[in-house]
């Protein structure tokens, strides 16, 4: 099974950027789904979005779309997260998961299904000004 662990988060302005890594160590990502997960504060767990190991498909949720770019190193068994154009609704203590694949990463890209996975303890991110 798959370990992880997040870095990169920290404060940021409104339309600052951050990039968040996932450094993954077990198994080879070729056969899983990784993806990145944000939860706010009073809220719940969401999917930003998801990448396959096996063909680098993407999905992004609509907050993400045109903001947020995600992109894997399989060599480096790390998933990245540029994110551009924050904003103080990003806030957010980020976390990365992987799951075995089983459909293409737009339907997987749900927080139930990554449950049953391997999740990261999260960065905090922060957008303030």
């Known amino acids: 099974q798959l370990q992880l662990v997040e870095s990169g988060g920290g404060l940021v302005q409104p339309g600052g950027s951050l990039r968040l890594s996932c450094a993954a160590s077990?198994?080879?990502?070729?056969?899983?789904?990784i993806g990145w997960f944000r939860q706010a504060p009073g809220k719940e767990r969401e999917g930003v979005s998801c990448?396959?190991?096996?063909?680098?498909?993407?999905y992004y949720s609509d907050s993400a779309k045109g903001r947020f770019t995600i992109s894997g190193d399989n060599a480096k068994k790390t998933v990245y997260l540029q994110m551009n154009s924050l904003k103080p609704e990003d806030t957010a203590v980020y976390y990365c998961?992987?799951?075995?694949?089983?459909?293409?990463?737009?339907?997987?890209?749900?927080?139930?299904?990554?449950?049953?996975?391997?999740w990261g303890q999260g960065t905090q991110v922060t957008v303030s000004s």
């Open positions: 077990g198994p080879r990502l070729d056969y899983y789904a």
């Open positions: 998961a992987a799951r075995g694949l089983f459909a293409p990463v737009r339907a997987m890209c749900q927080t139930y299904y990554f449950d049953v996975g391997s």
């Open positions: 990448i396959s190991g096996s063909d680098g498909s993407t």
